[in-house]
């Protein structure tokens, strides 16, 4: 039985918990993209058998780093007209987005870098992140959720074109160190905190909108479990899986319907974008792979443009479809389109020339670069004692 | 200090920032039932040495293919009545559920059973769990929380259906590839949420019941785990501890707990159950392992019979007496006893012949089974390069 | 939309389901400092190559009987004066943290004990908590937050005169089974629920400190990984970062802002706390841990003083600073320095008195310790058989 008070007293005793309990729901958000950004992340990392140290380590850092870095770059506008700097959950949490694409970028280059190459790349990538949503904020007014969001685009295409420009001979074959040991723990990760990351910039106000988004993200992320697994069996001569396939494009829903969020609003919506962004992603997987990194001299260690890059550009497609589909006006619609195709084109070419300077800035020998043997080895940046490991 | 409103205003935003709050803590619940599905399974499964692979990633597979057609059977009479069948949290949570008893029995076959086999197992034993829901629901008037709870039972005897007739002359000596190394983390993670999971289906609007399952569950299990630990040393020759026995039954009283959790209203219940639960399964693990696999012909991977079979029974023998006790009407108490026995009846015989008949259509050679000498081999369902291998 | 009702069915409606929420979230609350007891502690042992089984197992089971222990021992006041003991979520939290003393105090001994002693050592350390918290609230007036977060100093300390007491000759070369595979891992755990353990002891009905308390701990946290990376690679001749000061002192912020908590207001000054506290630890470990094992005799496996000894006086000191620059009365800040002087003074002679006590209790030859060639072996407590592992 609810215990009674006095009506005047109720009410104010009704909105102070209330309030209490309103940021205390922040911090359970906050803390699940934590775990995201943090743990995720820095699980992924330690498929490389000689590197688990250097990968989870240095994720931790470069997190850290671009998140303060994207706390004080968010807070500029504030601090022009008031004087101060927000640091408060929200703010966190935004920031921690912008470093996420910066953590998606870093997967590219993992084992090949010293850390303050990768720095200087967490620094450089979310002042480009913030640029190009402030671009997209200002000149075509897309909404603050539906920016942010499009991480997923700006992280492989910065990653690739880093990639690109520090191309190195010895990637052509496989370096000394360069060992895997897929663990799909770390995926398994992501995939469940997933739903959490796409819907945390949802609208408060609209519980409803917020739990469709879980409830999305999580068909997307069944289908696409399944479809992974099923497409990487097919397409593969003796019938077996394959360990990259199932670690990375179990996600490939949960990127694309991520980017069409606020434009998905049937279940079979969702798990259809998560169907098609698993066959998309697995099968240019499994013919492209060599062929890029012989053609095009990039060399993906974490599977970039098909974790990241194509289901981004698929939610960006299927967003536009979905939109189209729900216009009543042709007008309307064309004008959404102009717009929406702009957003893509500015993302782009903001993240790839932001990618080609970085990488031109760490071309300067000045910054050390790990020689050719010593890629992928924890004993290059760790005091680690071969004798004492197992 | 709280904002201040006009009271019209204020009511009307009370009431649409608890609506807001109610729907964002449906979220956290269906998380933490998600990490105890896909996570606390899932990690259970690596203690087989050269299946880690197929261990984790057919475990999600499972999960998600099941919980998909939980959704879907579950939701036939919505579909049936009003042509649409609801996909909300709530739902996902219930189908999770459901698919827990499959995720329950697929342990006892792990590295014995091909992907095909599994997901077929998996959604025999979801329809299975379903129809027994709804004879239990529809004859029988059982609450839908205290049916599902039954999970546990239905999974322990299914699988074991299921090992005895798919036993192998193979199976008398350890398998070739059948190495172990128990890490305890699996279970230690299904420990922390095993508060949750049998906390999620107590009714909403009695926090106070929702609490004190979460406390039952937690002072079961912390007895459970000492009484565990404490047998095992007791009852071994040298005084040491067996791996198996931490493993698997420091969770014996989460399960027997949660069967009877609707008769449990006090905290020495509650820890008298996990007592009870963890000697028995200690004891019986101890003595009778061996003894099954000679004399019934069953090869259970992983002590199915005494983490959830055992457990399971005692919780539902302790709701009975527990009930009985809180009776002042000998007449009711009697009416009770027929009902809660014949739910058992239905549900064990409903297990068995399911699993029985599972087992005879997966004997059909046409599905592949894997021979001896490859079973417990990550490299007979993925590409694995072994050099690339630690 | 949210639903209309009449107004007095409304406001009834509201309480009844705020008092819901109010108490899953407690929950919430409840399962993060469990993760962070059972877990992060677990985790945070499995460094210890061939100890993964104990170093799990033995944090696991000292980690419920203590917290069991501490419930009881929080309940003699309650006992004595209405003959009943509280079991709730609450007492559940304030025992588990009162049992993260005892976890803190048993990183120091893990490998050199059995499991008979940490039970002891559990019992006996949370006893002289307890009664270290009752003489701090009776004498002192220090409020159970504050009081409770001295919990890293009263570990630290208890573990260092428990490991001198207990030191043998044997520790002055590495023991033969002394192998460390520093995962970051159990750090990266700790590290992401840290937020939660600082703030769990904040008063629920000022959300503003709870989320204060987050956040200060983030940032502390943020700039403490990033200060213990650059301080333990310039230390280094080689330039090199060392996993253990990875390991521990990215936590160092965590903990001297916890202790420090109820006068942190601003982020500069959490960020100060978490700099101070990293660069302290690092140093202090590279120059004086060779020194502590031969001039002090104390075998500190898992960096005790440095970990949590030094930024808990450290976090202590912050808190003097912060309150004496906060009072505009000198007769007030001079009386609190006092009080806050001599609440240090008890809590460390009351561990270091009830660590020897502990220690020299332990040295009785009854207890059977392991001799030097079988410490940091699981194979002295498990049935572990060589040939199943990898």
Known sequence: MAPRYAPSLRSRLVLTHLLSLYYLLSFAEFQDVNVMVILGFGFLGTFLVRYGYSATGFNLLVAVMATQWAVILNGIESWYYRGKIRADLRSLVVAEMCAASALISIGALLGKTNPVHLVLIALLEVSGFVLNQWLLQTLLKVPAANSIMLLHIFGAFFGLALTWILFRKGSLQPFEKEKFDHRLIGSVF?????????????????????????????????????????????????????????????????????????????PWEAMTIGFTAAVLSTIVSRYLKTHMLLAFECHDTSALLSTHGLPGLLGWLAHLLLQIKACDDPTVAVRFAVFHICSLLITISLSLSMGIITGLLLKWNFWRPPQDNKCFDDQAFWEVDLNTKK
Chains 1, 2, 3 share one sequence.
């Open 190 to 266: 992501l995939w469940m905190f997933w739903p959490s990351f796409n819907s945390v910039l949802v609208d408060h106000r609209s519980p409803w909108r917020k739990l469709g988004a879980v409830c999305s993200t999580y068909l997307a992320l069944a289908v696409s479990a399944v479809t992974a697994a099923a497409v990487s069996m097919l397409s593969s001569p003796k019938g077996k899986l394959n360990p990259v396939h199932m670690q990375s494009f179990i996600l490939a829903g949960g990127v694309a319907v991520g980017v069409s969020m606020s434009a998905v609003h049937q």
